[in-house]
């Protein structure tokens, strides 16, 4: 899911969610609610994102893939937890 995803690409580069967050011009806020599924980051967080932990275009095109298949696995466990 987003939130291992996401630990293990911050481990990987050795960046603070604050860097990170700051970086990208967004909140703790807003970065915590894509991690627990609650709001979606858009494409463009995406990309922005994936432009955080990569060096090269290459590289940040599959960690955009990854973030987004991650993206789309948080929300579809949300929305099957809210049905039980």
Not at 5 to 27: A, F, N, P
Not at 68 to 81: G, H, W
């Amino acid at each position: 899911m987003l939130k291992d995803l996401m630990d293990e690409l911050q481990l990987s580069k050795k960046m603070s969610v604050t860097s990170i967050c700051h970086r990208m011009g967004i909140s703790r806020q807003t970065y915590y609610h894509w991690i627990d599924g609650n709001h979606c980051p858009t494409f463009k967080n995406i990309i922005s994102l994936a432009e955080c932990f990569a060096d090269d275009t290459s590289e940040q095109q599959k960690i955009a893939e990854k973030i987004q298949m991650a993206v789309f696995q948080t929300q579809l466990n949300r929305m099957i937890n809210n049905a039980k």
